[in-house]
């Protein structure tokens, strides 16, 4: 945004020549030097301008364009200052202007203090000129000065604004009276004609002439409103006093009511300071209450309607009144931050025919006026486009709510698909736990079954080594008896049949020479029947525990039957085996 938007740190308002003094006035006296003091050094011109701008209370942004001066601009400018010398105070002119306002106008408080300080008083010089005077001392004296007129004593805020409402009325009322008269006049002008023609010239010249000191009246009372409009301006030049202006409601009021003023300068004028204060916290609220006023006030059909007329007819072209004007409404409407309230605004303007006369306007020569408008019109909300993107945006509203929706859905569905995704995954742990624990169990069994075997190995180890002793000490006994038979016998064959079958029995696995065995004995009778005689070929692991031989025979444990013994064999006597043939029986049994 141009010009309107930006941050407003005061009263936007122009010095006016506010560091320079008048003369010729008769409130301000000068002394007559010619020349300027040496200019002394540089921190000393920037303590003393630091004093005259304090004594001014000037907003920071006028602050800081006169402290941009240069050491000599600088030292004229405290120089003319303190040139300047007060001769009169603010009561004397506050009781001349209350002299001149009307009793009826008047507040309870400015009647009570005109008593008091009416007194005898020059009334040679005009209420223009009074105001004129007060309005140089206003913009040329110091704060202090300022501020004695505005306080509580003197109440010169009150006076102007009831001198500047006494003035206003009257306006009105010349207006009102110069429009009827004239009417009357031209109807009593056509029937004295007809009646008589001297009455007729001498009632013109009459009129004539009490129309010339109406115009001068009235004129008067024009420059008395401006210049009144000057002096709150001068007033609100300064913090202090742009603070106390926009306290009071009715002085913005009597403000925009100058607005009827038949110079475009101070309409130009009041737009000004109205937009001055639109600018400030809380002043948009103020300027439009103020506009509503002017509209009851002047009977208007729409609020800013008269404002709209004098910007479209004007009398006498004025590119400050348009700047102004177009200004003004820029700020009036695109210094809100609220878009409905702004659109609103806009078309309070587009039915009083704002957007066809800028459009109108809009290739002006004047730079300044051109780019007030284009502002304007480049701020300017289209309602047809704002629709269609209300419709626009409504539909996809719509649409993103559908798609909410699906969303929802679809991660409801996503969540039921995790919660049973997690219920199996819950399953195949616990399914894991078991299987864990299941080969725990089976790792256990499986140590303690190789224990077991190992221990059963071990076991096994032992008990065939101790066969194995069993046997080779059973065999040693068995050669010790051979050798007992064949040293008893003392025959060579059964020593010599006893030394093979030890030979037979130690090691089947060697070969024993069939030169020196008798030839076998006859197989034995079969058995009588009732008897459990088993032979058998044993296996190579049972064969030593059920006592078999080293050829594989075995006898059954069941030792209730004995067979017979062999016949003897050739060369060798039943006697030789009679005596021993039981107990090789028995060890072959064992």
Known sequence: MSSRSGTFNGPSLSLHNKVTSSSGNGNLQLPQESTLIRLPPDDEVERRLNEILKSMDLPPDKAKILRAYDSKKKWELICDQERVVVKDPPSAYLSK???????????????????????????SATSTQVLRNLETSLRTNNIEWVREFLNDDNSGLDVLIDYLASRLLQIKGDVSQNGSSSNGNGTSSGNGHEKNGNSHDSTHKSLRLSRSSATKRLDQLSDDVHVCVLCLRAIMNNKFGFN????????????????????????????????????????????????????????ERHRFETLMHYFRHFEAFSIDFMVACVQFINIIVHSVDDMNYRVFLQYEFTIIGLDEYLEKIRHHESEELTTQIAAYLDNVFDVTALMKDAEISHAALERVQEVEDELSHAQERVRNTENAALGKIACLENRLTDLSKERDDLRVLHEHTDHELSTLRRTYTQKDEESRRLLTAKMGELEHLQQRIRSDSGGSDLA??????????????????????????????PPPPGFGVGLGVGDGKRSHLNGATPGGLSFGRDQSFVPPPPPPGPGMPDSALGGNHSRLSTIHVK
């Open 97 to 123: 202007l209350r002299q001149l306002i009307d009793p009826k106008l008047l507040s309870n408080k400015a009647k009570s203090l005109t008593k008091l300080k009416l007194k005898s008083s020059d009334n």
């Open 244 to 299: 106390m202006v926009i306290s009071r409601s009715d002085a913005i009021n009597y403000i925009a009511l100058s607005l009827v003023h038949k110079s475009l300068r101070t309409k130009a004028l009041v737009l000004e300071l109205l937009a001055a204060i639109c600018l400030v916290k809380g002043g948009h609220q103020m300027i439009l209450a103020a506009f509503d006023h002017f509209k009851m006030v002047h009977q």
């Open 496 to 525: 010599h049949s006893g030394t093979a079958l030890s030979f037979v029995a130690a090691d089947p696995s060697q070969k024993v020479s069939t030169d020196f065995l008798p030839p076998p004995p006859p197989p034995p009778p």
